[in-house]
T-cell receptor
Framework: AQKITQTQPGMFVQEKEAVTLDCTYD???????LFWYKQPSSGEMIFLIYQGSYDQQNATEGRYSLNFQKARKSANLVISASQLGDSAMYFCAMREFQTGANNLFFGTGTRLTVIP | NAGVMQNPRHLVRRRGQEARLRCSPM?????VYWYRQLPEEGLKFMVY????????ESGMPKERFSAEFPKEGPSILRIQQVVRGDSAAYFCASSGGAGSYTFGSGTRLTVV
């Protein structure tokens, strides 16, 4: 089974509007962390936001917020006031802390295009 | 306060040659991870190393691929006798062990 599922291969959003990128995860580990990364066309991986499984509040970082719904196992990324520079691939990832695995599991990504 | 440094940024190899990819972690980080990204896909874990030790190589292909992280110097991902299917972006990430990861800019390997 896929550990991270991103069901939206591509999304379009009008400049200055908000957009939600979906991410669902699958784990039996009670302690885990969820990450979002941005990959612009230049190729680097840029860390955006992190949510721990025990965090009581949804994470926020500037225009990025994470809509964490633990019972639904979803960790959607919300980008507010979209800018042209937000056009990129976005990857959701998870690390499981108790299984002993030290790596991140990535989804297949969502390509976001911001329309002027 | 440099981040994770990977070089070269782009590497072209003919089939059958060897590819050596280098990664210098962030200062103070002793954990290094290598990931591979095939075109239009997410990153897939390959190997996790600490200084002089391979901790987890469950994602490494059984043949032709090896990795090391010596006491001095960068971590090296070595691919021997490259084939067209090895063409991908290879990312290195480092962490200080607390669960946060910093990625390098990647090495784009093209096998011709």
């Amino acid at each position: 089974a896929q550990k991270i599922t991103q069901t939206q291969p591509g999304m379009f959003v009008q400049e200055k509007e908000a957009v939600t990128l979906d991410c669902t995860y699958d784990t039996s580990d009670p302690s885990y962390g969820l990450f979002w990364y941005k990959q612009p066309s230049s190729g680097e991986m840029i860390f955006l936001i992190y949510q721990g499984s025990y965090d009581q509040q949804n994470a926020t970082e500037g225009r990025y917020s994470l809509n964490f719904q633990k019972a639904r196992k979803s960790a959607n990324l919300v980008i507010s006031a979209s800018q042209l520079g937000d056009s990129a691939m976005y990857f959701c990832a998870m690390r499981e802390f108790q299984t002993g695995a030290n790596n991140l599991f990535f989804g297949t990504g969502t390509r976001l295009t911001v329309i002027p | 306060n440099a981040g994770v440094m990977q070089n070269p940024r782009h590497l072209v190899r003919r089939r059958g040659q060897e590819a050596r990819l280098r990664c210098s972690p962030m200062k103070g980080h002793s954990h290094v991870y290598w990931y591979r990204q095939l075109p239009e896909e997410g990153l897939k874990f390959m190997v996790y190393l600490q200084k002089e030790n391979i901790i987890d190589e469950s994602g490494m292909p059984k043949e032709r691929f090896s990795a090391e992280f010596p006491k001095e110097g960068p971590s090296i991902l070595r691919i021997q006798q490259v084939v067209r299917g090895d063409s991908a972006a290879y990312f290195c990430a480092s962490s200080g062990g607390a669960g946060s990861y910093t990625f390098g800019s990647g090495t784009r390997l093209t096998v011709v």
